[in-house]
């Protein structure tokens, strides 16, 4: 008799846990296959800390076939599910095609970027999704310093050491955050004419930073950052961007080459494509996480909508928090579908949340230890700040990450006594991390594929931005516009362990983790391809609360 086989897709929070959980729970009695556009699972909640040259890249990744023993890795993303057939199609990183049959399907394809009608926003900005935009960023604002300290004139210094952070939950609070520690410890060695230094600004809608956040640790981080040097804006957001600045919707023109786009998510188009009940843009599922009429497909993280059995007629949010957890009730009710073991329905209590504001500087509020099994106590969140903060905040980091531990420490050991490396790279340049993307961990690569799609009129364009995987660019100059750095929902980056929640106030989005797609190589033949889900902007749609990649 042939073993059943079980096909997740996405490695997120949500289906790396399920991977493992089910490879620890069926023991080579099924098989297991992962689709994923890269070999690692990504953990969102340090990307600012890449960014800001603290942590190496590969620190925050953890290698699918290193660390999922008995699971089949297939490199491509999901293009279409045939319910009836059981099967899915996908395109892998070349520019090939494939198709995948299954007996069990986990659906954990998490959450893309959301974008907002708004001027410009697409051209100029970058957002913070992947390691490709943490790169960038970390390029771009080591080349904007240097440009600055050989500025000829203190208007054009100025604009290069300003820095827009649009979106104050967790993301972009940590990148304003760090962004400033790392500019600040640059123009030690550069100096800049007189009286200008590094200028980041933090722009949100919302009444205070971080709203999700306890009061008390919503003005201690608010503090940390105006004592820093960071110019927090509430109440205020973007009402154009340019290739010279913004344009504040207070009316203030911002001259700057650096607009970071840390706003919001909305549910991976796959889930809606599949034509079922819909929550949201959500897969509506079963407290038990499977599809209603659908036994053998089962959805978690963003891209399902889960009922809060804590809050009877509400739905989790889309955070890492919940991701992580639900991928671990995921793999136990497929195997229990397959027999082994019984299923249980997914419930939670809040683990807390931790947020990074860099240096010995951060702000908690972990639940106490007694809290754990009882949803009542462990929402009695004990508030931490400062050195305290600080040191939980790296302990939950370190806990929660499924690999690199000691790497990661060694890193954070090395940035407090050595002096951090200010140069560029020059691996990702700017129209290769565009904002309108449906895949910011792929890097886009100079003379590949073109894929049609809708602009931003509706017209047909040769190099759509939108799609699954989106349109590959042409190898053109980097150009020195505003560039978005990257900056939750994510998933997931003021982290609540496995991710705390990216909640926002009622008008304002946030940040999760986009999905990745295939790119193709250069000089890669064309090959056939199923026409790609797109992730145009949507301001009809509600913002989306968290991510699954965030913390």
């Given at each position: 008799?042939?073993?059943?086989?079980?096909?997740?897709?996405?490695?997120?929070?949500?289906?790396?846990?399920?991977?493992?959980?089910?490879?620890?729970?069926?023991?080579?009695?099924?098989?297991?296959?992962?689709?994923?556009?890269?070999?690692?699972?990504?953990?969102?909640?340090?990307?600012?800390?890449?960014?800001?040259?603290?942590?190496?890249?590969?620190?925050?990744?953890?290698?699918?076939?290193?660390t999922?023993?008995?699971?089949?890795?297939?490199?491509?993303?999901?293009?279409?599910?045939?319910?009836?057939?059981?099967?899915?199609?996908y395109?892998?990183?070349?520019?090939?095609?494939?198709?995948?049959?299954?007996?069990?399907?986990?659906?954990?394809?998490?959450s893309?970027?959301?974008?907002?009608?708004?001027?410009?926003?697409?051209?100029?900005?970058?957002?913070?999704?992947?390691?490709?935009?943490?790169?960038?960023?970390?390029?771009?604002?080591t080349?904007?310093?240097?440009?600055?300290?050989?500025?000829?004139?203190?208007?054009?210094?100025?604009?290069?050491?300003?820095?827009?952070?649009?979106?104050?939950?967790?993301?972009?609070?940590?990148?304003?955050?760090?962004?400033?520690l790392?500019?600040?410890?640059?123009?030690?060695?550069?100096?800049?004419?007189?009286?200008?230094?590094?200028?980041?600004?933090?722009?949100?809608?919302?009444?205070?930073?971080?709203?999700?956040?306890?009061?008390?640790?919503?003005?201690?981080?608010d503090?940390?950052?105006?004592?820093?040097?960071?110019?927090?804006r509430?109440?205020?957001?973007?009402?154009?961007?340019?290739?010279?600045g913004?344009?504040?919707?207070?009316?203030?023109?911002?001259?700057?080459?650096?607009?970071?786009?840390?706003?919001g998510?909305?549910?991976?188009?796959?889930?809606?494509?599949?034509?079922?009940?819909?929550?949201?843009?959500r897969?509506?599922?079963e407290?038990?996480?499977?599809?209603?009429?659908?036994?053998?497909?089962?959805?978690?993280?963003?891209?399902?909508?889960?009922?809060?059995?804590?809050?009877?007629?509400?739905?989790?949010?889309?955070?890492?928090?919940?991701?992580?957890?639900?991928?671990?009730?995921a793999?136990?009710?497929?195997?229990?579908?397959?027999?082994?073991?019984?299923?249980?329905?997914?419930?939670?209590?809040d683990?807390?949340?931790v947020v990074?504001?860099?240096?010995?500087?951060?702000?908690?509020?972990?639940?106490?230890?007694?809290?754990?099994?009882?949803?009542?106590?462990?929402s009695?969140?004990?508030?931490?700040?400062?050195?305290?903060?600080?040191?939980?905040?790296?302990?939950?980091h370190?806990?929660?990450?499924?690999?690199?531990?000691?790497?990661?420490?060694?890193?954070?050991?090395?940035?407090a006594?050595?002096?951090?490396?200010?140069v560029?790279?020059?691996?990702?340049?700017?129209?290769?991390?565009?904002?309108?993307t449906?895949?910011?961990?792929?890097?886009?690569?100079?003379?590949?594929?073109?894929?049609?799609?809708?602009?931003?009129?509706?017209?047909?364009?040769?190099?759509?931005?939108?799609?699954?995987?989106?349109?590959?660019?042409?190898?053109?100059?980097?150009?020195?516009?505003?560039?978005?750095?990257?900056?939750?929902?994510?998933?997931?980056?003021?982290?609540?362990?496995?991710?705390?929640?990216?909640?926002?106030?009622?008008?304002?989005?946030?940040?999760?983790?986009a999905?990745?797609?295939?790119?193709?190589?250069?000089?890669?033949?064309?090959?056939?391809?199923?026409?790609?889900?797109?992730s145009?902007?949507?301001?009809?749609?509600?913002p989306?609360?968290?991510?699954?990649?965030?913390?």
């Amino acid at each position: 008799m042939s073993r059943p086989r079980i096909v997740i897709v996405g490695a997120g929070f949500a289906g790396y846990r399920t991977a493992r959980t089910l490879s620890r729970l069926t023991r080579n009695r099924a098989d297991i296959t992962l689709l994923n556009p890269t070999d690692y699972f990504l953990y969102l909640p340090l990307l600012p800390q890449v960014a800001a040259g603290i942590l190496e890249p590969r620190r925050v990744t953890v290698s699918l076939t290193g660390t999922l023993r008995h699971v089949r890795l297939v490199l491509g993303e999901a293009d279409d599910i045939d319910l009836d057939a059981r099967t899915v199609h996908y395109s892998d990183p070349e520019g090939g095609i494939g198709t995948l049959t299954y007996d069990r399907l986990v659906l954990a394809a998490g959450s893309v970027n959301k974008l907002l009608p708004i001027p410009g926003v697409a051209e100029h900005a970058h957002g913070f999704r992947g390691l490709p935009e943490a790169l960038y960023l970390r390029d771009h604002v080591t080349r904007q310093v240097e440009l600055a300290a050989g500025a000829e004139d203190p208007k054009s210094c100025r604009s290069r050491c300003t820095f827009v952070v649009v979106g104050a939950g967790y993301t972009g609070t940590e990148v304003a955050a760090q962004g400033q520690l790392f500019t600040d410890e640059l123009v030690r060695k550069q100096p800049l004419w007189q009286g200008v230094r590094p200028r980041w600004l933090l722009l949100d809608i919302a009444e205070r930073v971080m709203p999700e956040m306890d009061e008390k640790l919503s003005r201690t981080a608010d503090r940390v950052l105006r004592q820093r040097g960071v110019d927090v804006r509430m109440g205020t957001s973007v009402k154009e961007a340019t290739h010279t600045g913004v344009l504040l919707t207070d009316g203030e023109f911002v001259d700057t080459r650096t607009l970071v786009w840390c706003v919001g998510v909305r549910p991976d188009p796959l889930a809606a494509s599949l034509g079922l009940p819909m929550e949201r843009g959500r897969l509506l599922v079963e407290p038990t996480l499977h599809v209603p009429g659908r036994p053998e497909v089962f959805a978690c993280g963003d891209a399902a909508a889960v009922p809060d059995l804590t809050k009877p007629g509400e739905y989790t949010p889309m955070t890492a928090q919940h991701a992580w957890r639900q991928g671990k009730v995921a793999g136990h009710n497929v195997a229990a579908s397959l027999g082994i073991g019984e299923p249980k329905p997914y419930r939670h209590s809040d683990l807390g949340f931790v947020v990074d504001l860099g240096g010995i500087k951060a702000a908690a509020n972990p639940p106490p230890p007694f809290g754990r099994g009882d949803p009542h106590l462990a929402s009695l969140g004990v508030p931490l700040s400062g050195a305290v903060a600080g040191a939980v905040t790296r302990g939950y980091h370190l806990a929660a990450m499924p690999g690199n531990r000691v790497r990661v420490a060694a890193d954070w050991l090395l940035d407090a006594v050595l002096p951090r490396q200010g140069v560029q790279l020059g691996l990702v340049r700017s129209w290769s991390v565009p904002l309108d993307t449906a895949s910011p961990e792929l890097a886009r690569v100079p003379g590949g594929q073109k894929k049609a799609g809708p602009d931003k009129t509706g017209a047909e364009s040769p190099a759509a931005s939108g799609g699954r995987g989106g349109a590959q660019w042409q190898e053109t100059p980097d150009k020195p516009g505003p560039v978005a750095v990257p900056g939750a929902a994510g998933k997931p980056h003021a982290s609540p362990v496995p991710g705390a929640s990216e909640r926002s106030g009622p008008a304002r989005q946030q940040d999760g983790p986009a999905k990745p797609g295939p790119t193709a190589v250069p000089g890669a033949p064309e090959s056939p391809r199923r026409q790609p889900r797109t992730s145009a902007p949507d301001a009809a749609q509600e913002p989306a609360k968290g991510s699954e990649g965030d913390t």
